[in-house]
C-alpha cells in the first residue's frame, strides 16, 4: 500500500509542480549565472555615477549599500545611478535608494538616475518612486540638473 501511495504522490506532483525557472535551467546546463558588477566614476561637476550591472536583489543588496555609503562618506553629494546594465531591481535595493536620495538632499545634494527601464522602472513605478526622484536617458541632462536645479525637479518637493 505504501508503494501505491508513493507512486500517486509522484504522478500527482510531476502535474502539479511548476517548470523549472530559467535560471534553474542555466544552472542545470552550467552555464554562468549573470553577474553583478557595480563601479564608481566621476563627470564634471563633482558628480559621482554609480554604475550597476546585473540585477539588484537579496544578494546584491550589501554590495550596493556599501558602495554608496562609501560614496556620501566620502562628501559627494551629487550621485547618478546609471542603469543601463541593470536587469532587475527588488523593492529593498529600490528603498536604499530612495534613503540615499533623501539623505543626500539633506546635504544640498541630489539622487538621479540615467537610462532607467524596463523590469526596475516598473519596480518604481509600482512604488510611486518616479513621482519623488529624477530620471534622465542622456547623461549630458542628468548633468545639467545638477548645475541648477529646475524649478520643476522633484528634489525641490
Given at each position: 500500500m505504501a508503494r501505491s501511495a508513493l507512486a500517486f504522490y509522484n504522478r500527482a506532483s510531476a502535474r502539479t509542480c511548476r517548470q523549472p525557472s530559467l535560471k534553474a535551467k542555466k544552472l542545470a546546463a552550467g552555464s554562468p549565472m549573470?553577474?553583478?558588477?557595480?563601479?564608481?566614476?566621476?563627470?564634471?561637476?563633482?558628480?559621482?555615477?554609480?554604475?550597476?550591472?546585473?540585477?539588484?536583489?537579496?544578494?546584491?543588496?550589501?554590495?550596493?549599500?556599501?558602495?554608496?555609503?562609501?560614496?556620501?562618506?566620502?562628501?559627494?553629494?551629487?550621485?547618478?545611478?546609471d542603469c543601463t546594465d541593470l536587469e532587475y531591481m527588488n523593492s529593498r535595493s529600490a528603498g536604499l535608494l530612495v534613503a540615499t536620495a533623501y539623505n543626500l538632499r539633506e546635504k544640498g545634494g541630489d539622487l538621479k538616475f540615467l537610462h532607467l527601464s524596463g523590469r526596475a522602472r516598473t519596480v518604481f513605478d509600482l512604488l510611486g518612486i518616479t513621482s519623488i526622484v529624477d530620471i534622465f536617458e542622456d547623461e549630458a541632462a542628468l548633468q545639467a540638473s545638477f548645475e541648477k536645479p529646475a524649478e520643476g525637479s522633484k528634489s525641490a518637493k
Open positions: 549573470t553577474a553583478f558588477n557595480i563601479q564608481t566614476r566621476a563627470l564634471p561637476g563633482e558628480i559621482s555615477i554609480v554604475q550597476i550591472e546585473g540585477p539588484l536583489d537579496f544578494a546584491t543588496f550589501e554590495k550596493l549599500e556599501a558602495v554608496l555609503q562609501k560614496v556620501v562618506r566620502e562628501g559627494h553629494t551629487r550621485v547618478g545611478v
